[in-house]
């Protein structure tokens, strides 16, 4: 769609901004005299409707593109939070130990024996010798 000369005078003087663009009462008195023309009158609202539409268009997209570039970065902090957290390191259980009266887990790991405490959660009785688990 070719824009008529009018189109062009409000796009190029109605869009302009920064220090070499009139200013708002430059454009005020630009729109007035436009009006006074029916046939120009209705070119500028035609214009202005457009004008709205494209940048409403404009900002939806950009909400949209908001809305996306916030849910991947939820998703990247998730994996983050995954690789960056406390590494696990695979032992296999040996024995319980009973030492100062407390219960430690005897495991080995990268060919030692070492003693740990077990989590709260974790029954001693449920554990076998080789049983695999995560220090």
């Not at 696990?88 to 003693?115: C, D, K």
């Amino acid at each position: 769609m070719s824009r008529t000369i009018s189109e062009r005078l409000y796009a190029n003087l109605l869009r302009s901004a920064g220090e070499d663009a009139p200013g708002l009462e430059e454009k005020v008195k630009f729109v007035q005299s436009a009006r006074r023309d029916p046939a120009e009158s209705r070119k500028l609202d035609e214009f202005l409707i457009n004008e709205m539409t494209r940048l409403l268009a404009a900002l939806e997209e950009a909400q949209q593109c908001v809305t996306k570039s916030r849910e991947r970065q939820a998703e990247l902090a998730q994996e983050i939070e995954k690789t960056h957290g406390v590494p696990l390191h695979e032992a296999f259980f040996v024995e319980m130990v009973e030492t100062s009266g407390r219960q430690l887990a005897m495991v080995a790991h990268r060919g030692g024996r070492h003693l740990v405490e077990i989590g709260d959660e974790l029954e001693s009785l449920a554990l076998a010798a080789g049983d695999a688990v995560f220090l």
